[in-house]
């Protein structure tokens, strides 16, 4: 039986067994008997400063942080807006755990990594959005940003095992109101949005947003800067009072200048400046452009019964030239000369039933999915030789050499088609006791070619990716939880175009969800474990190729915490301890340490507003970020020192309608490194910077 047949018999098969245990009288979930404060806030909406309640991120349905086995993380768009923060990066880092890695350059789109483990899988409202090289999401569109921590293969297929990070987008609502934000700070940084909400029916059936952003930024690194313009229409439609259907999309434009950073020297940072651009400042730009897509309609088939249709397509360009560096050979780096043209798109299908219904005396609520997914993805890079001839002095860089000839084509082509079935069962045993069950079938069909040698090589895998998890409500402020996850992702192409068997990997975690000071402040503690495999590692019969043989390992705990815990103070914070390592690989030590995890970080950001009097409305707060050491380099002795940062942040209100905003980043001017993929792409962090900004009610 093939795995379509498999799918369509097992979403009937569900479908028929909740309508015949509802037609043997059972008795209905009862899924809206929460309490007021539960009922005002949406998986898919605001958030009411800091302390999210819902979330759709672990389940896809509608339900309650409290009562979901697995920890997930939740950073609303208010902690942007305090940060002034424009992309997500400095936000994630108050999800616990979640480290900075790979910026390819400075190009916006970005890896990061969670409990350990390094990832580029971005989602956004359930939807990968990042299989190409999308840009980094920007903040005028973000509602809320969530972080399932832990194996999400079962509900989410491929990806890697620490994790992954959704992005909610802002929905109409149903209030008129319109909202303009400018910002100016330090290296000619300038930004201005707009934010329309507006109803175009009397009854508010038919509602419309429109998000607009532009920036212009130049940066404390010498000849690097990048602009940015963004559109992100979204338009609801409740048809009747079953149906429902959304349209959200997103147009964007990014030109960046391509940025390695800057090598450390004898293994040790500091020698050369911060600012030092190493790069060619005649190379131009690399221009980003991005077109999204997602549509979904959502129909009541009856009270406790719905059909969800949802739809997603992306596609984009990324396309201009760079000079790297490669070693470093004295004061002198090497470089090579590279042209990029890439192209993609990305359209993913997904059709759900879910239902909620009693059965042999256990309330359920189940979902039944199906997904099609068709990934294409052409990369060609062409790159001239490595050598001294085309170098850089790393403390008096001298720009405007010849450019070297180009040698190595580098043209790859990639196709993935890939058939799931989601099955999943939150099921409630007793009033105490709950669980979730889940399982995802999936079969991929992957061609990888290198379109230079006409080297093509093909993959067709069928796997089964299970999780499980209970919770139980010891009192009524603290529920202890456990589970299971697995996880898989194929691995990229090879130099000769081959593919690799999928890397697989496999979480436990078991924790603590406290509700505290009568629910004004939420936390989660945790403990994990997880391991991967089939990790690319070096060939020992073929030098210079890779075979899928190496495995990993990551553990510790993380805490976080957010909450009102006054009606003036609002407080965010997490810490995590992270232990991941290498554990067998024929090039890497064993007990090597992963790239830019550190044992220890930490953060915490408290905003005070005041209640009374001429401040009224207006705020102070402050940001303190930890991070420990970290490895700079896999398999190397190579180290990132440790750093912490504080921002301190006011807003005053001068008017109803009109806000002012200061953010001091850096107060004591560290000398930090934020991110490195090894010794010589080191990346530093921007010394102190002061920025103004202006929000107005239109």
Same mark, same amino acid.
């Given at each position: ?7 369509? $018999? ?66 609303? #768009? ?10 997500? =990066?400095? +936000? ?45 999401? =920007? ?13 999400? +293969? ?32 330090? %290296? ?48 609801? %439609? ?15 434009? /990014?030109?960046?200048? !391509? ?16 600012? /030092? &651009? ?21 129909? %009541? ?55 909620? !219904?009693? &059965? ?41 050499? #010849? ?8 043209? !790859? ?6 058939? *799931? ?19 995802? &079938?999936?079969? &991929? ?7 230079? /040698? ?29 589970? +299971? ?37 939420? *936390? ?23 075979? #899928? ?24 914070? +997490? ?46 707060? *402050? ?10 380099? /896999? ?24 806000? $002012? ?19 010589? %792409? ?17």
């Amino acid at each position: 039986m093939t795995l379509r047949t498999l799918t369509s $018999l097992a979403s009937l098969g569900l479908g028929l067994l909740g309508k015949a245990a509802l037609a043997a009288g059972a008795v209905q979930l009862d899924d809206i008997a929460i309490s007021s404060a539960y009922r005002e806030e949406r998986a898919d909406g605001p958030v009411h400063g800091y302390r999210a309640t819902r979330s759709a991120s672990a389940t896809r349905t509608d339900t309650r942080l409290e009562d979901i086995p697995q920890t997930i993380a939740v950073v609303p #768009a208010q902690v942007l807006d305090d940060l002034g923060s424009t992309r997500i =990066d400095r +936000a994630l880092d108050f999800a616990g755990g979640v480290s900075r890695q790979n910026n390819f350059g400075g190009l916006t789109f970005l890896n990061y990594s969670v409990r350990g483990f390094t990832t580029g899988e971005l989602y956004r409202n359930g939807f990968a959005i990042n299989r190409g090289s999308y840009s980094s999401p =920007d903040a005028s569109g973000i509602e809320r940003i969530e972080v399932l921590k832990g194996p999400a +293969a079962s509900l989410y297929g491929r990806g890697d095992p620490g994790g992954l990070v959704n992005i909610v987008s802002k929905k109409p609502q149903a209030e008129s109101f319109n909202q303009f934000k400018a910002s100016a700070g330090r %290296w000619d940084r300038y930004r201005s949005s707009l934010d329309v909400n507006t109803p175009l029916s009397d009854d508010g059936t038919l509602l419309s947003r429109i998000n607009l952003a532009v920036e212009d930024n130049r940066s404390f690194r010498d000849h690097v800067g990048n602009e940015r313009q963004i559109v992100s229409p979204t338009l609801s %439609w409740q048809i009747n009072a079953d149906t429902h259907l959304l349209v959200d999309s997103e147009f964007s434009r /990014t030109e960046s200048v !391509f940025d390695r950073g800057i090598p450390a020297v004898d293994g040790k940072l500091g020698a050369v400046k911060r600012s /030092t &651009f190493l790069g060619e400042p005649n190379d131009g730009e690399i221009r980003n452009d991005n077109q999204l897509l997602q549509v979904s309609l959502e129909h %009541w088939l009856d009270e406790d019964w719905k059909l969800r249709l949802a739809s997603h397509y992306s596609q984009g360009t990324l396309d201009g030239d760079s000079s790297e560096t490669s070693r470093l050979v004295g004061d002198t780096v090497t470089r090579f000369y590279r042209q990029r043209s890439f192209e993609w798109n990305d359209s993913i299908t997904q059709a759900e039933l879910h239902g909620s !219904f009693t &059965f042999a005396g256990w309330q359920h609520q189940t979902l039944a999915g199906l997904e099609y997914e068709n990934y294409r993805n052409s990369q060609k890079y062409p790159q001239s030789a490595t050598g001294l001839g085309y170098g850089q002095n790393i403390y008096h860089p001298v720009y405007g050499r #010849a450019k070297p000839p180009i040698i190595n084509p580098n043209d !790859f082509f990639e196709h993935t088609e890939s058939y *799931a079935l989601n099955l999943q069962d939150q099921i409630t045993f007793t009033d105490r006791l709950s669980g979730l069950l889940g399982v995802r &079938f999936e079969r &991929f069909e992957q061609t990888a070619q290198n379109r230079t /040698t006409r080297v093509s090589n093909d993959q067709d895998k069928e796997i089964g990716v299970p999780r499980a998890g209970l919770l139980y409500q010891l009192t009524p402020e603290v529920g202890v939880f456990a589970n +299971a996850s697995t996880s898989f992702k194929p691995n990229g192409i090879g130099s000769q175009g081959q593919v690799f068997k999928p890397e697989k990997g496999i979480g436990y975690e078991s924790g603590l969800k406290l509700d505290l000071l009568d629910g004004r402040l939420g *936390a989660t503690i945790a403990l994990f474990h997880i391991d991967k495999e089939n990790v690319l590692t070096a060939d020992p019969d073929s030098p210079g190729d890779s075979i #899928a043989a190496g495995k990993a390992r990551s553990q510790g705990l993380d805490l976080q915490f957010s909450g009102q815990l006054t009606d003036a103070l609002r407080v965010i914070g +997490a810490y995590a301890y992270i232990d991941a390592e290498v554990t067998e690989d024929n090039s890497i030590p064993e007990g090597s340490d992963l790239l830019g995890i550190a044992r220890h970080s930490a953060s915490l950001l408290g905003v005070y507003q005041f209640q009374d009097g001429m401040l009224r409305g207006s705020d102070i707060g *402050a940001a303190l970020n930890y991070v420990g050491d970290r490895s700079g380099q /896999t398999g190397s002795d190579f180290e990132l020192p440790a750093y912490t940062t504080l921002d301190l942040l006011a807003h005053y209100q001068a008017t109803d309608d009109l806000s $002012l905003g200061l953010n001091l980043n850096n107060v004591f001017d560290r000398k930090y490194y934020e991110r490195s993929y090894n010794s010589v %792409w080191v990346l530093p962090g921007e010394p102190r910077n002061l920025s103004v900004s202006l929000t107005l009610a239109l």
